[in-house]
């Protein structure tokens, strides 16, 4: 071993130790959603390197021995030594914390101001890593094996006419408290991949099932749009723009749906999603909103004096924004980095959206007269729901008494952003809720059966529903269109069904009804699935118990181990087998309980899975529900675990 090789070690122990300490820190978690992080950072390699034009097909192979390999067809992860340290750069690729840009050209194109990190972290937190690297006609091998160390050095294998990149890792058993992968989870990451990056083909192969599948556009966002609004009424066909200003490339494609009051806008930077949006979207809403309004004006169109405002205009849109740019002028703002912030990617999106949009509008005159038409009735409602609203306001004495329904068990507390409403399957279960509460800031709201299926329902049968209108009124911030968060007279709304498949059922019903009449409750996370525990393990001592909770088996056996010889196990199957002494504390008192965040603004999951879902397919359904509701780990649908 020489002095450089010293030195890299050095880097290694400082660095990848630091990630093994706190895998948190670089993947977000050490569940599902971690696990699948790993996936992402192999993946957005390859990625990039046929976002940058070489290579046109990626493949993701699921290994029977819980190892997954991603190849590509690019030109190779570079083998040359590294001069100041004289090691292949591969080996420091996958052992040093390096920034994307320093084995890059600055022209590159990139993932890494999101990521960063990526292949280190991945071979950090991996059993093994074997890559091998098809290049200079020659076949490489390096592989790595217990987080990262150096297992074997970088080999010349044989000759070969090839070029591209295989990394096979095996996630690490000890950090993860799942190393399953999820198909599904896979899949729906390769396939939005695949609409952004369009004509690269995408092939995915499972050989624990021996499933396969393949994604491929042509066009790319016109068929992104297309897959979003499958089941919507379509005003007008896809719209797509695309542009090169200076160094960005944008493209743009939208299409307007009749009797959906939501905008669905998504954007992108370098195929990574941008969650908070940024200067792109600021541009884009700017643009559309001035298009419309000058059209409308020029055309003699409004029939009122006042301009429509960005949210009439922006009714029942799907769009998807994506820009891709060098890293040179890549800038990320917010805590999650989820916000771009390049201040020319707002003049650019906004003139071409103006410009191509106007143009459009006077090339398409009858979708245009249509579309103002549209935008009219938006703002006519939304007039009309201030109106009613102030009128609300004057007489709120009235409202709050009338409000209440017999079945609610109200809050003391007037901080609305504190209190919480419990939704509770059940009388009996309610009953407990009630006892077992803190009556400050919690209030219990039982659902007898089950709420109506509100995926395809017309807004009057909606209303006629009582538990559906019971929840309208208790929650107290309109529904639809009307919605205002502002209103809402709780911080945190809970579910809380029992843990089976009726249970997941009633849980994908109300999701359902939020995400559809109420969806910034979902976006600003205030609605929350509550999960019981599955065991009690106890033993009793003198005049009482010691008792310890478990939600899952590996929390069994350290419970049991905690409580110590002649333990008794209960397994809990309802909610209704608790007391309310329990069911306070495991369930509902904020020290104890487990809460999961639920977050669904993943295009492609929330059209896939809220349609087939809550279509009338129930044996979808069903497999859905099996399939995805797992109550001992976190599931795609529901992202953040807060206990
Ligand atoms: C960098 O610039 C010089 C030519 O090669 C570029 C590069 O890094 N290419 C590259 C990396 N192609 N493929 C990868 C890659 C592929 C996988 C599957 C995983 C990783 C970590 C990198």
């Given at each position: 071993m020489n002095k450089e090789y010293n030195a890299s070690n050095i880097e290694y122990l400082t660095g990848l130790q630091g990630v093994i300490k706190r895998p948190g820190m670089y993947?977000?978690?050490?569940?599902a959603y971690g696990l699948h992080h790993l996936v992402w950072e192999i993946v957005d390699n390859a990625v990039d390197e046929a976002l940058n034009g070489f290579g046109n097909k990626i493949t993701v192979i699921i290994r029977k021995d819980g190892s997954l390999s991603v190849i590509d067809e690019g030109r190779g992860i570079p083998v040359d030594i590294?001069?100041?340290?004289?090691?292949?750069a591969i080996q420091l690729i996958f052992t040093t914390l390096h920034s994307?840009?320093?084995?890059?050209?600055?022209a590159y194109k990139s993932?890494?101001?999101?990521?960063?990190?990526?292949s280190s972290v991945t071979n950090a937190l991996s059993e093994f890593c074997d890559v091998v690297v098809y290049k200079n006609q020659k076949v490489y091998h390096i592989r790595f094996e217990?987080?990262?160390?150096?297992?074997?050095p970088l080999e010349v294998l044989g000759n070969t006419t090839k070029h591209g990149s295989m990394v096979t890792f095996k996630p690490d058993k000890k950090i993860f408290s799942t190393v399953d992968f999820k198909w599904d989870t896979i899949a729906s990451h390769l396939q939005e991949s695949a609409f952004l990056l369009k004509k690269v083909k995408f092939v995915l192969k499972d050989e624990r099932t021996n499933q396969e599948t393949e994604f491929y556009y042509e066009n790319g966002l016109k068929e992104y749009i297309e897959t979003i609004n499958a089941n919507k009424n379509s005003l007008g066909p896809v719209i797509t723009f695309e542009d090169k200003v200076n160094t960005m490339d944008i493209e743009i494609a939208f299409q307007y749906c009749t009797g959906d009051y939501n905008e669905t806008i998504y954007s992108y930077v370098n195929n990574v999603?941008?969650?908070?949006?940024?200067t792109h979207e600021t541009g884009f809403r700017i643009g559309i909103t001035k298009a419309v309004n000058d059209f409308a004006e020029s055309n003699n169109l409004?029939?009122?004096k006042e301009k429509l405002e960005g949210a009439d205009i922006r009714e029942g849109l799907t769009a998807i924004i994506s820009v891709k740019m060098p890293e040179s002028i890549l800038e990320f703002e917010g805590q999650t980095k989820?916000?771009?912030?390049?201040?020319q990617a707002l003049s650019a999106v906004n003139n071409l959206i103006y410009s191509q949009f106007t143009y459009f509008l006077n090339e398409n005159k009858e979708f245009a007269v249509n579309l103002i038409k549209k935008c009219i009735d938006s703002q006519a409602a939304r007039i009309a729901a201030r109106k009613a609203k102030d009128e609300m306001r004057k007489n709120k004495k009235q409202k709050e008494t009338l409000l209440l329904s017999d079945k609610l068990t109200p809050?003391?507390?007037?901080?609305y952003s504190k209190n919480e409403l419990f939704i509770v399957e059940g009388d009996s279960a309610g009953g407990s809720a009630k006892k077992g509460r803190n009556p400050l800031y919690q209030a219990i709201l039982p659902l007898r059966g089950k709420p109506l299926n509100?995926?395809?329902?017309?807004v009057d049968k909606l209303l006629k529903n009582e538990e559906i209108s019971t929840l309208i009124n208790t929650i107290g911030?309109?529904?639809?269109?009307?919605?205002?968060?502002?209103?809402?007279?709780?911080g945190k709304i809970i579910i809380m069904t029992d843990a089976d498949t009726d249970g997941a059922h009633i849980q994908t019903l109300l999701l359902t009804f939020f995400y559809h009449y109420m969806r910034p409750l979902i976006v600003n996370g205030y609605v929350y699935v509550a999960v019981p525990p599955l065991y009690r393990v106890y033993k009793e001592q003198g005049s009482g118990y010691i008792q310890e909770y478990a939600w899952d088996d590996r929390e069994l056996e350290i419970c049991k181990e905690k409580v110590g010889r002649g333990y008794k196990i209960n397994r809990y199957k309802?909610?209704?087998?608790?007391?309310p002494d329990q069911l306070r504390y495991t369930t509902m008192d904020p020290r104890h309980r487990l809460l999961i965040k639920v977050n669904i603004d993943d295009p492609l999951n929330v059209a896939k899975e809220i349609s087939t879902l809550m279509g009338n397919n129930s044996d979808l359904r069903k497999k859905w529900v099996e399939e995805n509701?797992?109550?001992n780990e976190e599931d795609e649908f529901i992202k953040e675990v807060i206990k």
């Open positions: 993947i977000g978690s050490t569940n590294h001069k100041s340290t004289g090691i292949p994307g840009g320093k084995f890059n050209e600055d993932s890494g101001g999101l990521h960063g990190v990526g217990n987080n990262g160390n150096l297992a074997v999603r941008t969650r908070d949006g940024g409004l029939k009122s989820g916000k771009l912030g390049t201040p809050a003391q507390g007037k901080d509100t995926d395809s329902i017309s911030a309109g529904y639809g269109q009307n919605f205002d968060i502002e209103d809402s007279h709780y309802g909610l209704g087998e608790m007391n509701i797992d109550f």
